[in-house]
């Protein structure tokens, strides 16, 4: 059973597009995140949400909006894609406080 | 603010020779301490943790951390590497009772026969 799960695995699009990731977690978390690892493989939080409510909000172009249906589900949608939004992108999710458990990311590609 | 500091970007050892890999974190207060291993085209798997008490922590593996407040490190070692080792490793800090990891650049290990 996969316990965080990312779809799509692989992303390709062109510049100016929207897409969306999605992310579901199946082990009873209250809290999912949402990281950006670039081509220096550098890992950086973008969002946390607990519960439904937005908690962690970094530096984030207003492009990129997190959605979270319920506990279980935490989406990304990017607007009007850049190619600097090239990068994997990794769900989590975790207990308030415990250790964070990742998705195998999703590798989104720009033309 | 939090930051991590993984001083080699890569490390080669030869299979069965021991391993240290090298953090150091910078915070006000005791952070809560990780280490993550990443395979190629993978996600981040937890090896092990530090929150509180014994400083020495065993993980998964067969690797263990030992956390040093003095000199806030926090590096991770295994006594016998095999070739399933090979990938990056990366150490991250949260704050106690908070959930923002902050990762440090990570380092690769290469493992040779």
């Known amino acids: 059973d996969t316990a965080v799960s990312q779809t799509p695995k692989y992303l390709v699009t062109q510049m100016g597009n929207d897409k969306s990731i999605k992310c579901e977690q199946n082990l009873g978390h209250d809290t999912m995140y949402w990281y950006k690892q670039d081509s220096k493989k550098f890992l950086k939080i973008m969002f946390s949400?607990?519960?439904?409510?937005?908690?962690i909000n970094e530096t984030v172009p207003n492009r990129f909006s997190p959605k979270s249906p319920d506990k279980a589900h935490l989406n990304l949608h990017i607007n009007s894609l850049e190619l600097g939004d090239s990068a994997v992108y990794f769900c989590?999710?975790?207990?308030?406080?415990?250790?964070?458990?990742f998705g195998d990311g999703t590798r989104l590609s720009i033309l | 603010a939090q930051s991590v500091t993984q001083p080699d970007i890569h490390i080669t050892v030869s299979e069965g020779a021991s391993l240290e890999l090298r953090c150091n974190y910078s915070y006000g207060a005791t952070p809560y301490l990780f280490w993550y291993v990443q395979s190629p085209g993978q996600g981040l798997q937890l090896l092990l943790k530090y929150f509180s008490g014994d400083t020495l922590v065993q993980g998964i593996k067969g690797f263990e951390a030992e956390f040093k407040r003095s000199q806030s490190s926090f590096n991770l070692r295994k006594p016998s590497v095999h070739w399933s080792d090979a990938a990056e490793y990366f150490c991250?800090?949260?704050?106690?009772?908070?959930?923002?990891?902050?990762f440090g650049a990570g380092t690769i290990l290469r493992v040779k026969s």
């Open positions: 989590a999710s975790s207990q308030r406080d415990q250790p964070q458990h």
């Open positions: 991250a800090v949260a704050p106690p009772y908070g959930n923002k990891l902050v």
């Open positions: 949400y607990n519960n439904k409510e937005l908690i």
